[in-house]
């Protein structure tokens, strides 16, 4: 069992910066690797981006390429979002998740952070 805890979310202007973390503790050693999604009112949950734990290979979500960047810090066990020129239409609440070493699933997810954009 992985728990995961996000923090770093806010109300930020358009064309600003945050950057989220999430903190893993638990099972780290089982982590495949880790993933960020986001879920706006009244839409469904949609990918962000992803690291490997190990690999550290990454994959983003179009909408945010070129303007978010997943990293991680292992000896922290501690995966961050940098979101660059952020836009309204990227206010949601940030869930990270992570992927378990033998599952194609996303097996342990966070609480959320709320990320607010003001145009």
């Known amino acids: 069992q992985v728990q995961l805890v996000e923090s770093g979310g806010g109300l930020v202007q358009a064309g600003g910066s945050l950057r989220l973390s999430c903190a893993a503790s638990?099972?780290?050693?089982?982590?495949?690797?880790m993933g960020w999604f986001r879920q706006a009112p009244g839409k469904e949950r949609e990918f962000v981006a992803y690291?490997?734990?190990?690999?550290?290979?990454?994959y983003y979500a179009d909408s945010v390429k070129g303007r978010f960047t997943i990293s991680s810090d292992n000896a922290k066990n501690t995966v961050y979002l940098q979101m660059n020129s952020l836009k309204p239409e990227d206010t949601a609440i940030y869930y990270c998740?992570?992927?378990?070493?033998?599952?194609?699933?996303?097996?342990?997810w966070g609480q959320g952070t709320q990320v607010t954009v003001s145009s």
């Open positions: 998740a992570a992927q378990m070493r033998g599952s194609d699933a996303y097996d342990s």
């Open positions: 638990g099972s780290i050693f089982s982590i495949n690797g």
């Open positions: 690291i490997g734990w190990s690999s550290s290979n990454k």
